[in-house]
């Protein structure tokens, strides 16, 4: 069965500092991989997803993830962390076969300190 | 283009009541679904529908129903509440297909006691 593991539920970084949120999948065909993020008391929004070609995804508010068959991973980065990037990040995949439903994964909250 | 749109966005529920979930879509999309998000748990599929008239169960489907009986609503029913239903509810939308963007309403959070 397909799965996605996000690893650390909870992360904090500094302002200004790296933020790497890691998720690997297990799917036995190409997946399609997402990022949402989910800001506090709201609904969730699309980061950015791989489908096809380059395997370096941009996203909004300066996030990038890179879809790496071999290591089964869709890292999610953003070279400088903001307050305003306080927030459950979730990663999914799309099921093989016809349907494609998303499996989600449980979610990684992140904090900025100042 | 108000997106989708969810109502209530609070309830208290008694054991055994029963209450709908409003949901709406503007965007003409023919996916629709029904998640409940629990603290650490991430988002598990209630329902879903790929059009007007269908629907299908989703991973946790035990106590609720829905219908689609048009493009724009998804309207979740809980029948004889119970305390395990507590939970924050999102109903979100996609345009043909599960791996396309899905775009999420504003949630509906339920307490049952």
């Known amino acids: 069965a397909q799965s996605v593991t996000q690893l650390g539920s909870h992360v904090s970084v500094s302002e200004g500092a790296l933020v790497l949120l890691r998720c690997n999948y297990s799917s036995s065909v190409p997946p399609y991989l997402f990022w949402y993020v989910q800001y506090p008391n709201q609904g969730l929004q699309l980061l950015l997803k791989y489908t096809t070609g380059a395997t370096l995804v941009k996203g909004i508010n300066g996030f990038e993830a890179e879809f790496k068959k071999s290591e089964t991973s869709f890292h999610l980065t953003k070279p400088s962390a903001h307050m305003s990037d306080a927030a459950e990040y979730f990663c999914?995949?799309?099921?093989?076969?016809?349907?494609?439903?998303?499996?989600w994964g449980l979610g990684t909250s992140l904090a900025v300190n100042p | 283009n108000a997106g989708v749109t969810q109502t209530p966005k609070f309830r208290i529920l008694k054991i055994g009541q029963s209450m709908t979930l409003q949901c709406t879509q503007d965007?003409?999309?023919?996916?629709m679904y029904w998640y409940r998000q629990d603290p650490g748990m991430g988002l598990k599929l209630i329902y879903y529908s790929v059009g007007a008239g269908i629907t299908d169960k989703g991973e946790v489907p035990n106590g609720y129903n829905v219908s689609r009986s048009t493009t724009e609503d998804f309207p979740l029913r809980l029948e004889l509440a119970a305390p395990s239903q507590t939970s924050v509810y999102f109903c979100?939308?996609?345009?043909?297909?599960?791996?396309?963007?899905?775009?999420f309403g504003p949630g509906t959070r339920l307490l049952v006691l």
């Open positions: 979100a939308s996609s345009g043909v297909g599960h791996q396309e963007t899905q775009y």
């Open positions: 999914a995949v799309s099921e093989a076969g016809n349907n494609r439903k998303l499996i």
């Open positions: 965007m003409n999309h023919n996916y």
